[in-house]
């Protein structure tokens, strides 16, 4: 048999909500929306629900829907009938489960599961951006198939006891960060290689949450120590052209240099030198859409030996060439950087 079920305790299902989107939200850059991707938990009544076991040889995830919502953020208690990640990258609020609710916030990601009672408020009314993927672990896993309105209550089991975290804080550059960005963007271009791209990045955003490779977090924020790395942040930000070392960014900051590389990992995710190349990298983004800037002027602007030696940062950072990042984002394929 390809998977197994088993009866699992409660579930949800109830009837049909009309839209993702809470009123003055929008959709940027995003593909149509399935009439009928979740239904409406006013009115659920408690269902045993399956188990699907699923081998990771057997991991092959379908995207339905990968877009990036814009705008305030207030979604009634509903279901989804298959899996959705959620990263915020702007904005504050609560989402509700009907046995608690979470905070979320910015670089803050969560996996929904299906069958499951949740709702979103942001906070105030404050402008909320956030990616939503939705998708399913493999095809044909889900009895009901494509159409999601007809399945029945369900949760995907992976063997080895392996389990995705169900909410996770992300650094600020960390490369799941960059990796959801490149899926939605690569998902809304909508040709065949480029959904490919997506499907792709997303067994690696799979991969990287499985294997537990995640940047450390501190669990309690010491105000003092977050001073002292906003000193090196802002000392960093604004000698980008200079030729910086770990030691300069560590006496900036108040810090030994050995004590400096600990805590700067530990908050942002890099070593301050990788630290240094993204943000010059996401600086560079910024540059390139002033098309009268010359590529050479950039990469001198931002501290590059030479254009080949900032041509292959760029790349290897964010998986294009800046010439043809430039001409992608001109064009509208990829979003703005904020």
């Known amino acids: ?54 081998s990771l040889e057997r991991l092959n995830p379908v995207i339905r829907i990968a877009h990036r919502i814009t705008g305030p953020l207030h979604i009634p208690p509903r279901l989804i009938f298959d899996y959705e990640f959620v990263l915020f990258l702007r904005g504050h609020g609560v989402i509700g489960y009907r046995r608690g609710r979470e905070i979320f916030e910015p670089n803050q990601l969560f996996l929904l599961a299906p069958f499951v009672s949740h709702r979103f408020d942001s906070q105030d009314d404050s402008p909320c951006e956030h990616l939503a993927v939705h998708f399913d672990f493999a095809p044909g896993l889900v009895p009901g198939g494509e159409r999601l309105d007809r399945r029945s209550a369900y949760e995907v089991v992976l063997e080895g006891g392996l389990a995705l975290p169900r909410s996770i804080k992300l650094a600020a550059l960390d490369p799941v960060r960059a990796m959801f960005t490149h899926l939605v963007d690569a998902y809304a271009r909508g040709e065949a290689l480029a959904r490919l791209e997506a499907r792709l990045l997303l067994l690696r955003i799979l991969h990287q949450l499985l294997s537990g490779r995640r940047a450390p977090q501190p669990r309690t924020p010491d105000p003092v120590l977050q001073l002292k790395i906003n000193r090196a942040l802002l000392f960093l930000d604004a000698h980008l052209a200079e030729k910086l070392s770990a030691a300069a960014l560590a006496a900036a900051a108040g810090f030994s240099r050995v004590h400096f590389n600990r805590v700067f990992r530990s908050w942002t995710g890099f070593s301050p030198m990788e630290y240094l190349r993204r943000r010059r990298i996401a600086k560079a983004k910024e540059l390139l859409l002033d098309v009268d800037r010359p590529i050479k002027q950039i990469a001198r602007q931002l501290g590059f030996t030479d254009v080949f030696h900032f041509s292959r940062t760029f790349r290897k950072i964010d998986g294009l060439p800046p010439t043809q990042y430039r001409r992608a984002a001109l064009a509208g394929r990829i979003p703005a950087p904020p």
């Open 1 to 54: 048999m390809e998977h197994q079920q088993r009866t699992v305790e409660r579930t949800e299902v109830g009837t049909k909500f009309p839209s993702p989107l809470a009123p003055g939200a929008r959709s940027v850059r995003t593909q149509a929306v399935p009439p009928v991707i979740q239904r409406s938990a006013a009115l659920e009544a408690a269902r045993p629900r399956r188990a699907l076991t699923l």
